[in-house]
């Protein structure tokens, strides 16, 4: 799975159009953006790419590129950009 | 010796919030993506001077009614509660006494939440099997909305009030209570608590002020917190290697499990669970629309509300999950048993 693709997965926890998403965006741009859809991207990224993220971790982002690392991080088969 | 799982009943407060409700009192709350995300369309709340005794002892008396069992014969009762009548004494003293049970039962209560009643029938099998007892009833009952501050969405969409009873016994109807297993990570104890009350930090004015966090929810320090996303990854490390677990030891695997009883958390949570350990559908019964989160009491509601379509000899697992962190499963050779 590539940034692209990491990208359109969050779009699609947060019920967006993946176009209105960047790797520069901010979080708390979208109003969407509410603790449920964050339990929908725990769940999508530990469903497609096994990857558990914690709260803690959640906390820590403030743009989309920061959720990105995150999962990076965690997962030898995103690569960074 | 054979401990089984012999009756079970349950008992829901009368009063009802429905979703509607919420929403009337509450502008801001988004409730039909709530409900589409929890699965929850109502929940039954006790009333002001209903408590958890009140719940469990109804439910109770159901069981025993209809079970026509033997009150005399109870040589042991369990509550599970965390939301008891005193600090002390023990609530499942004032019910022995409100049920008409011999003085010479055993009276005790446990403090778990959402594990609780696989907890309850670890203890039941481990007295019957020892034969230290021959009939224990084990009794469930919560009112977590007594702790909820009505303005905190996070939790007051998810808990419902309400209790349940089993008669677990050395005889022979009913199904056998098999391989238990449980497990605690005290770590996570600030995820779900109440933090003020007892004695590490008495109620004072400081207690009881309000704020509101970034999610627009209002509670106190005397009110019930929720952090919902570490629940959610706490769930996910633990259960499905906790289900795993429990049947690698018995030699079984997940498809040889007939029905699967989780913990009613929410349903998106249960479906991810579910999916995750590729569980299908129909054989992990949702069972929140109408109860919402009842706590220790959804493992026994589920499995009343499901019992007549789990035919005999196939086994059923209960799996629960939370508050501590705690958790366990249990698995059940299944025998038809009353359901009162």
Sequence with gaps: MNEKQLIELFAEAVEIEPALLALESKISDFPEWTSLAWLTIMSLVDERLNVQLTAKEIRGCTTVQDIVNCVAAKVASVPLS | ????????????????????????????????????????????????????????????????????????????????????????????????????????????????????????????????????????????????????????????????????ASLIHAGSGGARIGNCRLGTDGKGFRNLIVPAGAARLPCTSETKRESADENGCVRTEENLYMDGQELFAFTLARIPALVRDTLAETGLTIDDVDWFVFHQANAFMNEHLRARMRIPKEKAPLCMQEVGNTVSSTIPITLHRNASRVSPGQKVLLVGFGVGYSWGACLLDWNPLVLA
Aim: charged residues 20%.
């Design chain 2, 1 to 164: 010796m054979d401990a089984r799982l012999a009756g079970i009943s349950f008992h829901l407060p009368d009063r009802v919030v429905t979703n509607e409700q919420l929403q009337a009192e509450n502008p801001d709350w988004d409730m039909a993506r709530i409900e589409s995300k929890t699965g929850i369309k109502l929940r039954h709340i006790a009333a002001e001077q209903e408590t958890a005794s009140d719940l469990a002892f109804l439910a109770a008396q159901k069981l025993l009614d209809g079970m026509q069992a033997d009150r005399s014969g109870i040589d042991c009762l369990m509550l599970c509660t965390q939301s008891p009548d005193y600090f002390l004494p023990t609530t499942a003293c004032l019910l022995q006494d409100r049920l008409g049970l011999p003085t010479r039962c055993a009276a005790f209560d446990f403090n778990q939440g959402c594990s609780g009643y696989v907890y309850g029938l670890y203890l039941a099998k481990a007295l019957v099997s020892a034969g230290m007892a021959a009939n224990v009833l084990l009794l469930t009952a919560e009112t977590y909305s007594k702790f909820i501050h009505p303005r905190d969405r996070s939790v007051r969409v998810l808990f419902g009030d309400g209790a349940s």
